[in-house]
Every structure is written in C-alpha cells, then in structure tokens.
C-alpha cells in the first residue's frame, strides 16, 4: 500500500510504521544511556561500525575484515557493558506492556479477586520515619508489594513479628545489633532486619547520597518493593520506586507516594 512517493522512492504506510518505530527504540536507547559513561562507548561502536561501511563500500578488503572481527566481538562486549541498561530497558518493555497495568482493564479483570485497600498498615512506618528523621537516626525499609522478597529476608535476621512502632525504632536505635542493614516488611509484618539489599550503579545519582540511598535505588530497580530510606545525616527522607529515587520528602508526601503506589496492586508507579 503506497502513502506517498518522494522522488524515485516509494513509502509505503508499513514504512512509515518502521521508521517510527526505529525512532522510537533510538530515543529509547538514548534515554536509556544519556549522560553515562555507556553513551560514549555506543558513539564509539556507531562510528566504528560507519568506518566498516566506509571500507566495505571502498572495497577495502583487509580492513573490512579486521572491523568486521572487531565488530562481531564488539556486539558480545556492548551486551556486557550495557548489561545495566538492557536490563532496564526490559523492565520498561515488561512494564509497560504489563496488561494489568491497565486500571480499567485490572479493575475489570480483578474485580471479584482484590480488595483495593493496601495490605500494608502504613501509619507505624510513617511515625517510625518521622521520630527516625527528628532525632537523626538512620533507617531503610522495604516495603513489600508483589515481588518475592524473601531471599532478601534470608541475607539478615529472621525476625517475623507483629509490626510496631516501638519495635522498628528498637531495631534502628544505635545500640541494636540488628541496626545496620534494611528492615523488610512483607505481609504487613516484619519479616526481617539486617539484611543486605543490592546496590544501584547509577551514574546519575547525586555524590551526596551514600550507600544507603544506593541500596535503597538498588532494590526498587531489582524489585517492584517501596524503599524508604532515612538519613542519618540530615534526617531527609526519600522513597524509591521502580528505579526511581524521590528524595527530600516532607512526611505527608511520603505518606501519599506510598499510599498511591502501594495500593495499585500491579505495577503503576507513582507519578512524580
Ligand atoms: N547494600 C546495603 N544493604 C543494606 N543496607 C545498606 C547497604 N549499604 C549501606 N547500607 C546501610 O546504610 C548505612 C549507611 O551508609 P552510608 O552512610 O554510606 O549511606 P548514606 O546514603 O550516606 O546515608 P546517610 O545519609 O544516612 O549517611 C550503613 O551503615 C548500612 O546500615
């Protein structure tokens, strides 16, 4: 089927469909490695990969050889190096074709099967935040939401109790062998604390921001948990979300950014 001809080519509508769509996986890879040390690499290959066309179009067949060993190798070293990013460009794919992120088409689909009201008792971990950030104490809680957590769990103390706001700022006091680490929450109770979360990588977060905001990124890019995270240093809180980190909250807009998130059962991030 022709759209339109321009000079001697025709494009056809399927065309037009495949040049939007290659615009669109380029702007994706852009977003996906702008500003990190992985954008370079990629110029580097795509100029290496111009110079192949170059030689191969000059019929210069020695060295279309070596850049064509170069660049098979090449395609095996960019999916080392970009490891990071494909894997954050298939949690996007996954995430965004997730049919039951879709809220009419999940409240249709599980209306009979879901509650819409959150499993996680939010106010014992909003008052431990607050007295955590008033008094300067560090925290880092992981707020479970679909994902299975436990081999997280099983990285620190099996602790499995009610969840209270006295025992949670046992845990964080200064003096608690349990102090270190992450807190995390599954079902509504505490399953575990000391445990040791996957740190983020990411270039782009501030040189303020320590090990336990790194953590916190860490694990909201690993897992679809809610991770809050409280400086020892400034008493700020942040939250991190899908690999999203929110810092500097007040209490009242960490409160509504758990609320929004936690109680989408499957996979909408809270919009900023
Ligand atoms: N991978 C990790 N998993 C769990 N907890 C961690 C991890 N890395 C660091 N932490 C916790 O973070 C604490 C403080 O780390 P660090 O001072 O580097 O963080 P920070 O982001 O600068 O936070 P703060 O503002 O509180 O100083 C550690 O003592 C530890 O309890």
Not at 91 to 112: A, Q
Not at 115 to 136: G, H, N, R, V, W
Not at 221 to 234: K, N, R
Request: proline share 3%.
């Amino acid at each position: 089927m022709l759209a339109f001809r321009l000079g001697f080519l025709d494009i056809g509508w399927l065309d037009l469909l495949d040049i939007g769509l290659v615009a669109l996986l380029i702007y994706q890879i852009y977003n996906l490695v702008r500003g990190s040390v992985a954008s370079r690499v990629f110029i580097g290959y795509l100029l290496v990969y111009l110079a192949y066309l170059l030689v191969k179009a000059l019929s210069l067949n020695l060295m279309t050889t070596i850049l064509e060993y170069f660049i098979s190798v090449g395609a095996l070293a960019l999916i080392i190096i970009f490891q990071h990013e494909i894997r954050r460009f298939l949690l996007l794919i996954g995430k965004s074709t997730n049919l039951t992120n879709n809220r009419w088409l999940r409240r249709w689909l599980l209306r009979d099967f879901e509650s819409t009201e959150s499993q996680m008792p939010l106010k014992p971990i909003l008052d431990t935040c607050k007295t955590l950030a008033t008094e300067f104490s560090g925290g880092l809680l992981v707020l479970q939401r679909n994902d299975d957590l436990e081999k997280f769990a099983q990285s620190g103390e099996i602790i499995d109790a009610d969840l209270s706001k006295p025992l949670l700022l046992a845990i964080f006091s200064q003096y608690s062998p349990l102090h270190d680490g992450a807190v995390l929450i599954i079902g509504g109770r505490i399953r575990a604390a000391r445990c040791i979360l996957p740190v983020s990588d990411d270039d782009e977060l501030p040189s303020s921001l320590g090990f336990r905001h790194r953590a916190a990124l860490g694990m909201s890019e690993a897992t679809d948990a809610a991770v809050i995270a409280v400086s020892e240093e400034s008493g700020r809180l942040s939250l991190a979300l899908n690999g999203e980190l929110f810092t500097n909250l007040s209490l009242q807009e960490l409160e509504t950014r758990l609320e929004q998130y936690l109680n989408e059962p499957h996979g909408h991030p809270a919009e900023s």
